[in-house]
């Protein structure tokens, strides 16, 4: 048998159970012994009955002590039911839904084996719907195996992964290649291929397991650091347009009415040195939330229109998209630098004025949400694309706009800053610049999780605030994913509000279902202070600035994430007053919990992105595929970040003989990379 062999050549599969691999996923043997466990049930040892303690899940072994009761529940589910003696002591076995397991259990002589999770009874202990197995053989009764548990479909149960699995590295006749040179598995310790593929799916101990897994999280990692690396050659490989006065910049920030921060002007150096190289610009920008990476991003937009070029900034929503015309226009018409706006609510003769002004490059700067990205907006000379909190935009959109223009610079920018080691894969492809500080006078944001029982007092501190002449936002989370839900829950949330606390004052009310012009109105009445209290969704979760605002309370502070938070928590203590961020919400959870008590503790954007990640797990944090990324299938971000760190020197090494893998010993993995790549989108192309 051969990797490339049809998995209907495996005994047992048929064209019927071809499809439920072909789910999966799975088509040849070789995509089957990639199909790799996702966890083990450990029946290397069993455990004493007696011994047995609440919500460990275990394996017990032993006899049946009584007959096996089937009967119907008051649901009308089929229940059955037996106990287990093991010689210390004796436990109950329940399964529910399950019609057909008393067949399994018709031996009263056979010893059987059960794996699950325990419940501690007052009388005795009970497992609920037990994994059984019949130890039929002297052998097995004898060894206990580390069984691999796979990511499974309906149909198509861990058995039958396993046994195809175990036919498979059986019949294989060819030895599955090895795409590391010799060099990389010697200077890392990593066991070939073949061997590790083997061990995974039929581990004789955990040592061996963990030995295998690291070869293959290495390679997954590798290849993916490589990839991202070797993109970043290639962009640095080619020509940009060269912004040869970016002096100029000097003269923009003294027409500031304020001063940049070191950290602004450091990253501002960073960026201008791009912009004059003649290799094109391909950076992030991170920082915190009211850092000041709105102002950065505007001195390079000044330095290429200057030069007589264009740029165009990219936001994610249309509320925003507005505050950055708004204050581009403010920094750019007093150097006669006109910006060209671009949003999809706009009435057609406005949009016709504006990509008039595009085309004709009368417009030097561009600003707008995802409508400056449509096919039918051609510029006249783009040299630099920027994307604000671009981890609200997929990586093929953040290329579309780059492509508006001939290899033009790219800036990209974010809020949500994560550890290095991360970065340097998610971001491989990029340089990043960071913002480390906040301009002077900002307070850190009180932050603080209140009970019910202290509303009210919440409500007379608001009120006070307002009677200052200070601003509040009233966040509610979504309850539900569609937008007219949404817009219920907020409306309702107005109505409560207004007839309460907030009577006789001025509430606006923002929420996505709202069309473009009101949103417009409402956040113009907002700024202006006309609206004292503006409830929201978290529409207003990115980028919204108004400086007079102090007070955030956020509903439901449960619904929503860590990054999600800190960003809400971003939209007050933009100004010099005292700011405040209150949350409400059911702490139950006990990750809701900790989720508010981090925001408690910590207002820097970097702690808490890495909170996050501990909290949720990288799976959630990144969707590496939201990145334009190959999606992890055995590695893990977190958990392996120190065999990330490992695969990072390699690849250094790597690129530094060959920075193309080019070289005939890295002829597989260079395919091997372009493949898995491929798959999943576009960021090689
Ligand atoms: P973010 O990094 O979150 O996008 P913004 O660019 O919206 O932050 O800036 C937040 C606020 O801080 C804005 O009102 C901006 O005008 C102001 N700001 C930016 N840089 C400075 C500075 N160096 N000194 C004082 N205020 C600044
Ligand atoms: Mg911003």
Redesign the pocket.
Known sequence: MKLNDNIQYLKGIGEKRAGLFHKLGIFTVGDLLYHLPRGFEDRTSTRDICDLVDGETVCVRGVLASGVRKFRARRGGWVVQTTLSDGTGVMRLTWFNASYIDKSLSDPEAEYMFYGKVIHRTMAAEMVNPVIEKLESEESKKMGVILPIYPATAGLNQRGIRDAVGRALEGLSEKIPEILPESVRARNDLMGIDEAIRLVHAPEDYDRFYEARRRLVFEEFLKLQLGVSTVKSIKKSRKAVVISDVKCIAEFARGLS????NA?KKVINEIAADLKSGVPMNRLVQ?D???????VAAAAMFAVARSGCQSVMMAPTEILAEQHYNSLKGFFEPWGIKVAYLIGGQSAKERAENTELIESGEAAVVVGTHAVITDKVNFSNLALSITDEQHRFGVSQRSKLSAKGLNVHTLVMT?TPIPRTLSLVIYGDLDISIIDEL??GRKPVKTLALTEAQRPRLYDFVLRELNRGRQAYFVCALVDESDAVEAKAAAEYVKKLSQGVLFGRSVGLLHGRMRTFEKDDVMRRFAAGEIEALVATTVVEV?V?V?NATIMVIENAERFGLSQLHQLR?RVG?GADQAYCVMFGNQKSGVAKERMQVMCETNDGFKISEKDLEIRGPGEFFGTRQHGLPEMKIGNFFTDMDILKQTQTEAEIILKSDPFLKAPEHRLLSKSITDTFAKAGDILN
Request: glycine share 24%; aromatic share 4%; hydrophobic share 25%.
């Open positions: 304020f001063d940049l921060t602004q920082g939330v009211g850092s000041g990476k709105t102002v809020a301009p002077p980028g600035d400086p971003g933009r």
